[in-house]
């Protein structure tokens, strides 16, 4: 064949097959899966391992929550009773994020993302908890992760009634319209991992979360951590799934869940509080973040008051809001409409009573002081004024 001879391709060959993207994504996938089995050594938990993995991927300010988190991951919902939310809140780059993709590879669950609807939201616990789906018989283990929630989830009724309704297994019935004029009954019980930039105002969502803050990492931290694509969590998942298919650690889960709630409340720790992590604690006990529950005692009262004081700083606004939203008759969303045509006041008296009721219903808040209170009011756009007969907290709009 001379130089110049340009050879071709025997039009009788068969053409090559372009590659489909699709398959070969799932076949790295799989790839990638393979190459993370591994076993426990003789001395070493799950909880330990997850523990590990957690730390390799956020600096959080508060060691303890690295076993709260793992406690929490673990947990058994078919053979859990009362389950908090855990509520992971920080600003961009903090890290919240990175925790509930760790999360989502351990559990082998998808995120779920912070702007869904009620009914999505239904939906998706439906899927996840029940193995015949409308049939709500057939329970199964799951975690509901919700990634980058806004404040809009905490003020719609039906969103806020899985939240509020979904901790508790003996409350958790719901009837939700089947769109025929009939019912459907519903059953949002489970954990529920959240996270989100926001604080939560609902002082009904506050009391059963567990609370979870991180802090921006600094560019020298980065350095040091890890995605959680880059590891090893897929082998995690299957030694998770392979523990809670042993009748010998459902024994063991609920030997300690009943030895735990007949202890004494420890402490420094208000008694809707202990009764909120029991089940965490028989968790975190059976996968071994724990040698036993004692153990886990002085770092939940550390945890305890330390979520104390960081509920309270939102917490007493939303209080605030609410007796002033009772004192004037008027939604907070009202008041400026209504200025602009009558004047809007509220009894101090109003207020006062509804931070007593507060504290006195267990609500991680103490009385505010002499100079925080007008902070507050002044805040919402109320401030004193004074009149014939005495004084009252006076709106006045922004302008």
């Known amino acids: 064949m001379s130089e110049d001879t340009v050879s071709v391709t025997d039009s009788t060959e068969e053409p090559i097959e372009p590659i489909d993207i699709n398959s070969f994504g799932r076949k790295y996938r ?82 779920v993302v912070g702007a869904s609807t009620a009914a999505s939201l239904k939906n998706e616990i439906n899927s996840l908890r029940f193995r015949d789906g409308a049939g709500c018989t ?13 404040t809009e989830l905490f003020q719609a009724d039906q969103a806020l009634g899985v939240l509020l309704n979904g901790y508790d297994r003996e409350t958790d019935q719901m009837l939700i319209s089947d769109g025929r004029g009939g019912n459907i009954r519903f059953f949002p019980f489970g954990p529920k991992v959240i996270s989100s930039t926001h604080e939560v105002d609902n002082p009904e969502i506050w009391r059963r979360t567990l609370l979870i803050q991180c802090k921006k990492t600094q560019p020298e931290q980065l350095r040091g951590l890890k995605r959680p694509s880059d590891l090893p969590l897929s082998g995690l998942k299957k030694v998770l799934q392979a523990f809670w298919n042993e009748e010998q650690n459902w024994e063991m889960f609920l030997e300690l869940k009943h030895s735990i709630d007949k202890l004494n409340k420890p402490d420094g720790m208000s008694n809707e ?66 200025a602009s045509k009558a004047e809007i006041t509220c009894s101090p ?51």
Not at 46 to 51: A, F, R, S, W
Not at 57 to 76: E, G, K, R, W
Not at 327 to 332: E, I, N, V, W
Not at 392 to 399: A, M, N, R
């Open 30 to 111: 799989r790839k990638l899966a393979e190459c993370d089995d591994f076993e426990l050594n003789e001395n070493q938990t799950i909880g330990d391992e997850i523990v590990k993995q957690l730390k390799k991927v956020v600096n959080l300010p508060n060691d303890f929550a690295y076993s709260v988190i793992t406690a929490y991951c673990c947990v058994p919902s078919v053979l859990s009773d009362i389950l908090p939310i855990l509520y992971i809140q920080g600003s961009s780059g903090s890290g919240k994020s990175q925790i509930l993709k760790l999360l989502s590879r351990v559990l082998g669950q998808k995120l």
């Open 138 to 150: 057939v329970e199964r283990n799951y975690h509901l992760l919700i990634d980058n929630v806004n």
């Open 273 to 338: 509080f202990w009764v909120l992590v029991n089940d965490v604690i028989a968790s975190g006990v059976t996968c071994g973040v724990w040698n036993n529950a004692s153990d886990s005692f002085n770092g939940f009262i550390n945890f305890f008051n330390l979520q104390r004081q960081s509920k309270s700083v939102g917490l007493l606004g939303a209080i605030v809001k609410k007796g002033l939203e009772t004192g004037t008759g008027l939604a907070s969303d009202r008041w400026v409409d209504v």
């Open 349 to 399: 008296k109003e207020v006062k009573k509804v931070i007593a009721e507060a504290i006195d219903s267990g609500l991680p808040l103490r009385q505010p002081s002499v100079e925080r209170l007008p902070d507050i009011l002044a805040s919402l756009g109320f401030f004193p004024s004074r009149s014939d007969g005495g004084y009252s907290y006076k709106f006045i709009p922004p302008k």
